[in-house]
């Protein structure tokens, strides 16, 4: 039995975005206001937290978040990994283990360097870093996870399936073997930007179509920005199956 508790939803800018007056950005509904996009995957006395987006302190104490076993990280976009430092909180007795592939552990080192000198400042975070290759399975206690390669336009990055659950974000296009591997879900979490294409993100259509062709049992939608429209009319749109998640949201897997 596990859970998976959407802390952030959003694209890169939040919902609302700054200096936006539409009616999204002045909607009151909770459902309208995302936080950047992360995930705490919930097994028995396991937590995994997928990304550490830049609202990672808000999204922690709105969660309750009370231990983090491990971070896996898809990429090494901002809106991704720049909540990192503020994991020291769950760092202070032991490290904290960061499982990524190698380029973007080359991302966390440039961003944060002062946590990976020699002897660093006290108080620092203190993260432990582990690389992933796609398409090879690595455990986190007894949880098996299968880091799978999705396209960020022309980025490799990785997006995790845990037994019958699978979390994509910031995908584009996916190969054939991932598509292969993404049959049989009971639930698939996939990125949906907005209505009109972007060079680096799929669109509501584009997501729908993949969803037809990976078939799982229900998928959630996220990352999405302001363009979207207001969740309560746009949620009208999706077939039975398909949802928006929302910040807050939790689902059992
Ligand atoms: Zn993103
Ligand atoms: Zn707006
Ligand atoms: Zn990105």
């Known amino acids: 039995m596990a859970q998976i508790e959407f802390l952030g939803t959003g694209t ?8 936006c007056t539409c009616e999204v950005c002045r909607s009151t509904d909770p459902r309208d206001k995302r936080l950047r996009c992360s995930s705490l995957l919930k097994f028995d006395n396991t937590n995994i937290l ?11 104490m709105r969660a309750n978040i009370d231990h983090i076993d491990a971070l896996l990280l898809t ?41 990976f000198m020699q002897n660093p400042y006290p108080g ?21 996870i299968t880091p799978l390669r999705v396209m960020h336009f022309n980025l490799p990055i990785v997006a995790f399936r845990i037994n019958n659950m699978a979390y994509v974000t910031d995908c584009l296009t996916m190969p054939q073997e991932t598509i292969a591997q993404l049959q049989g879900l009971d639930l698939l979490v996939i990125n949906a930007l907005r209505h009109t294409e972007h060079i680096s993100h799929q669109t509501l259509s584009d997501a729908l ?12 939608l996220i ?29 059992d897997f």
């Open 124 to 144: 620092i975070p203190r993260l432990d870093t582990y690389p992933i290759v796609a398409n090879q399975p690595f455990e986190v206690g007894n949880i098996t």
């Open 209 to 220: 179509a993949l969803i037809e062709r990976l078939a799982p049992q229900r998928a959630y």
């Open 75 to 115: 990429h090494g976009h901002a809106d991704h990994m720049g909540g990192i430092d503020d994991l020291r909180p769950y760092c202070t007795y032991n490290p904290l283990p960061i499982y990524a592939e190698e380029r973007v552990i080359d991302d966390v080192k440039r961003r944060l360097p002062y946590c």
């Open 223 to 251: 990352h999405m920005s302001h363009d979207m429209g207001l969740h309560a009319k746009v949620s009208q749109q999706l077939p039975p199956h398909v949802q928006f998640a929302y910040d807050g949201l939790k689902l």
């Open 12 to 19: 890169s800018t939040g919902v609302p975005q700054p200096l």
């Open 50 to 60: 997928i990304d550490c987006s830049p609202d990672f302190r808000q999204q922690a």
